[in-house]
C-alpha cells in the first residue's frame, strides 16, 4: 500500500459519523486522539535520529580515547628524532604537550554524558541540537589533530624540495 492509498484518518472518521455508526461526541474524541497520535509519531522520529547520532558520535568519542594517545605518542617519538632546526609547529607541540590520558579522559567523559543527556534531557530537540554539536565538535577535533600532527612532515618535505632544487 503507497502512502497515496491510505485513507485520512479524519476524512474515515466523518465517513463513520454521517453514517451513523460514529455519534458525534465520539467522534471529537476519535480526532483528538488522532492528532495526538500524530504529534507523538513525529516525536518519536526526533527521538530515533537523536539516538543514531548520539550513538555515533560516543563511538567515535570512544575510538579517538584509544587512538589518539597511542598516535600522539608515537608521532611525537618520530618528531624527536628528526629533531628539526625550528622545532614543531605550535599547534604541534600545543597537542603534544597535554598528556595523553587526558585526552582519553576527555572523550571518554563526553561519551559518557552524552548517553547521560539521553536520559536527563527529555526535550528531544534539544538533545538532537547537542548531539550535532557534539559531532561537529568531533570533527574539528579531528581535523586540527591530523593538521597538527602532519605540519611538520610537510614543512620537512618542503625543507627537502627546497635543498634539492637550489
Known amino acids: ?9 479524519h ?3 466523518e465517513e463513520l459519523v454521517a453514517a451513523g455508526r460514529l455519534a458525534p461526541p465520539d467522534a471529537e474524541v476519535v480526532h483528538a486522539a488522532l492528532d495526538a497520535a500524530g504529534r507523538r509519531g513525529a516525536s518519536a522520529g526526533y527521538r530515533l535520529l537523536s539516538l543514531w547520532l548520539m550513538v555515533a558520535v560516543a563511538s567515535g568519542c570512544a575510538f579517538l580515547a584509544l587512538a589518539v594517545p597511542y598516535s600522539l605518542r608515537r608521532f611525537m617519538a618520530m618528531f624527536t628524532e628528526m629533531e628539526t632546526k625550528e622545532g614543531l609547529p605550535c599547534l604541534t607541540s600545543l597537542l603534544g604537550s ?3 590520558f587526558v585526552y582519553s579522559l576527555v572523550f571518554l567523559l563526553a561519551a559518557g554524558g ?5 536520559y536527563l534531557i527529555s526535550e528531544k530537540r534539544v538533545t538532537l ?6 559531532g561537529l565538535g568531533l570533527l574539528l ?3 586540527a589533530y591530523v593538521a597538527a600532527l602532519f605540519l611538520p612532515l610537510f614543512a620537512m618535505m618542503q625543507m627537502l624540495s627546497e635543498a634539492a632544487g637550489g
Open 11 to 13: 476524512g474515515r472518521i
Open 114 to 118: 552524552l548517553f547521560a543527556k539521553e
Open 98 to 100: 597535554v598528556p595523553g
Open 141 to 143: 577535533f579531528v581535523m
Open 1 to 9: 500500500m503507497t502512502p497515496d492509498e491510505v485513507p485520512d484518518g
Open 129 to 134: 541540537v547537542i548531539n550535532a554539536i557534539a
